[in-house]
Each structure stands twice: as C-alpha cells, then as structure tokens.
C-alpha cells in the first residue's frame, strides 16, 4: 500500500527532473498546501508554479551571463557613491543603463583619470546588460591583446574573433595604460572593426583621444580605429571656460546646429582639431554653451581631472540639452 502510494510521487519527481523543473520539484509540495489553505484552484495552483519556475530560470540565465562576461568584480549603480561625486550626471548614467544603446550598437567612451569611476561605470552598466538579456565580455586592454596574439600563436585567432564579435556589449578597460605593440594594435583594430554595426562597445580610457596615438604607434591605425569606434558618432570636444570635457555626439545632429550652439572642437582622428564654428553667427546664448541632443545619444562625459565636470542634462521633447 505504501509503495503504491509512493509510486505516483516517484514518478513525479523523475518527470519534473526530465524536464528539467528543478523549481517546480522543489516547491510543488509547499506551494500545493498554501493553494489549499487559500482556497486556489489547480489553474493558480499551477501558475504560481509557472511563475517561481521562470524567476528562478531567468536569476539563473543572468547568473551564467555574469560569469561568461568575466567581470574582475561584480558592481551596480546601487553601489556607486553618487555623493562622492556629486557632478557626476547621474541621470545620464541611469539612462544608459537601460542598456538601449546595446539594442543600437552604439558605443560609450569613458575618458578620464585614474579615480574618477570610470571601471566601476563601466561594470555597472556591464552588469545592467547582463540583466537585460545581452551577451556581455570585459577585459582591459592589455589582457585582450595578449589573448588576440596567445590565439594568433595558437592558430585560434578566428575563433576569437568570433567569439568577440557575437558578443552583444564588449567592455575594454585600461586602453591607454599600457602602449601596445604593431602587431597588438592591429589585432586590436580588428576587434572593432569586425564588430562595426555589429554590437555595442565600452571603452575607459585615461587618455584623451589625441594622445591614443602614444598607445597605438601609429597615426593611420589610430584614424582608423577611431573611425571604427566612433561612426556613426562624432567625437566632439566642448570648449568651455571649465576643463574640458569629451561628449560623443551621433552624426544626426547637424556639425552646423552643434557649432551654433557652443565653440565646438571636432576631434580629428590623429590629434589635430578643427574649429568648425570659427565662422557661424552666434545665436545669442548665455555664458555657458548648450548643445541639443537626441535621446538616442550614447554619452559619457568624464573631466580630466579627479573631478567631475557638471554636465546637465535637461530632457526637452525628443531631445536632451546638455549644458
């Protein structure tokens, strides 16, 4: 009698386990006696379990994508000390970490000193991607190199190649600290350019785009792999009164509403810069220049300094002013 009692349990929980239902198996006995003590009938009986059974699933798929992305450590927004840094714009920090920019395979540039938060940015919105569903990949600079050339010796380039470029978010860290050798800048180079329109890219670097040559060794590559990197957005660099800042602008902006609106540096790809607005009218705006825009906009300004630079950012219709 209690080996036929026992049979249909049995056969349950090698059914559930077949099905890989590892909540379910677990929680069906707790959940059925909490559905009696309610009065839930067999539809919700089953629904709660439905539900306890994609929680746990989806906390599991974000728990494997953590530990593909290969963080050196895991950190969010909610552990990021926002009054330490009190100008740093955190509503634009927020905003990208809804990770739609992933969605548009835009990239972030995130140029500063050492101690202005640029890696934990960095892993924050990293993290946040994971939790949004995307493949994500970090390393520094220096460390993806040296795998590019390990896998070069190893006959395994292509096959880290496309590792790399099926990567939803790919998160380079550090480019700048280490110079790279010819052969490394040019396997990195490929990285981007393999991945151009492909998926979004986060790249932290203490350099401002004008010295990236120090690192790559070449003017013609660094061109190149800023054009990868920054098409279809404009680098552009906000002459101010303050220290100066780099935003990153999409290229449906107009260079002409943009010079309109501020003293604005083109940064060109081997260091030189162009004044674009020498020779548009003013329009009459206040000491401080703004510049409009779009929402799509992936932007992250990081002073130079140990500081953050105040950037307000004031959500007008469609568009962004930041100021």
Same mark, same amino acid.
């Given at each position: 009698m209690t080996k036929s009692a026992d049979r249909p349990q049995v056969l349950l929980t090698h059914?559930?386990?077949?099905?890989k239902l590892p909540t379910f198996l677990a929680e069906y006995e707790k959940v059925a006696r909490e559905s009696a003590a309610e009065g839930i009938d067999h539809t919700r009986y089953l629904l709660r379990l439905a539900e306890l059974e994609l929680?746990?699933?989806?906390?599991?798929?974000? +728990?494997?994508?953590?530990?593909?992305?290969?963080?050196?450590?895991?950190?969010?927004?909610?552990?990021? +000390?926002?009054? @330490?840094?009190?100008?740093?714009?955190?509503?634009?920090?927020?905003?990208?970490?809804?990770s739609e920019y992933v969605i548009r395979n835009e990239n972030i540039i995130e140029l500063g000193n050492s101690g202005t938060g640029k890696t934990h940015v960095a892993l924050a919105l990293?993290?946040?991607?994971?939790?949004?569903?995307? =493949?994500?990949?970090? =390393? =520094?600079?220096?460390?993806?190199?040296?795998?590019?050339m390990e896998a070069r010796d190893g006959r395994q380039l292509s096959r880290l190649q496309?590792?790399?470029?099926?990567?939803?978010?790919?998160?380079?860290?550090e480019?700048?600290?280490?110079? &790279?050798?010819? @052969?490394?800048? $040019?396997? &990195?180079? /490929?990285?981007?350019?393999?991945?151009? /329109?492909?998926?979004?890219?986060?790249?932290?670097?203490?350099?401002?785009? /004008?010295?990236?040559t120090s690192v790559l060794g070449s003017e013609r590559l660094t061109g190149a792999l800023l054009d990868r990197l920054t098409h279809p957005i404009d680098p552009v660099d906000v002459d101010v009164a303050q220290p100066a800042i780099d935003v990153v602008?999409?290229?449906?902006?107009?260079?002409?509403?943009?010079?309109?609106?501020?003293?604005?540096?083109?940064?060109?790809?081997?260091?030189?810069?162009? +004044?674009v607005g020498r020779n548009l009218p003013p329009i009459g705006l206040s000491r401080k220049p703004i510049l409009e825009v779009p929402i799509a906009v992936v932007v992250l300004a990081?002073?130079? =300094?140990? +500081?953050?630079?105040?950037?307000?950012?004031? $959500?007008v219709g469609d568009a962004l002013i930041v100021q």
């Open positions: 059914h559930l386990k077949a099905l929680i746990e699933r989806e906390r599991r798929l974000v +728990d494997r994508r953590i530990r593909a992305a290969k963080f050196p450590a895991v950190k969010s927004l909610d552990t990021f +000390d926002f009054l @330490a840094i009190p100008t740093l714009n955190k509503m634009l920090v927020v905003e990208l970490a809804r990293g993290l946040a991607a994971c939790q949004k569903g995307y =493949s994500v990949f970090f =390393s =520094s600079a220096a460390t993806l190199v040296n795998r590019l496309a590792q790399l470029t099926a990567v939803r978010l790919l998160i380079i860290d480019l700048g600290y280490v110079p &790279l050798s010819q @052969a490394g800048a $040019e396997l &990195l180079f /490929e990285v981007f350019s393999q991945r151009y /329109e492909r998926g979004a890219t986060i790249v932290t670097s203490n350099l401002p785009f /004008e010295e990236w602008v999409p290229d449906r902006v107009s260079h002409h509403a943009a010079c309109r609106a501020a003293h604005v540096h083109v940064a060109k790809a081997a260091g030189a810069a162009s +004044d990081i002073v130079r =300094s140990r +500081d953050w630079r105040r950037v307000c950012v004031q $959500e």
